[in-house]
């Protein structure tokens, strides 16, 4: 059962094009997530031309938990200890 009467030249192309599209997506979408990350750090600094926290980079609303848990691991590695709940 053929579905298609292209050649595979074309079917090729077509996956090609594709994929620079999806590519092209995934590098403006990053564009603008970095953007957005730099304008976060600048509302964080308040005109300060260094963050007065130990960590230099404002982290977007739904990204709390997980810097919730990062700062968990900081301050169990820093001592010593190896915990599950505070």
Known sequence: MQLTSE?????????LVTWCGCALAVAL????????VAVLDGLGRRDATRAA???QQVIPARYADAQMWVRHAHAGSESGEARVRF
């Open 53 to 55: 926290t130990p960590r």
């Open 29 to 36: 979408h990053t564009r603008a997530v970095e953007e957005y």
């Open 7 to 15: 050649s595979p030249r074309t079917r090729w192309l077509i996956l």
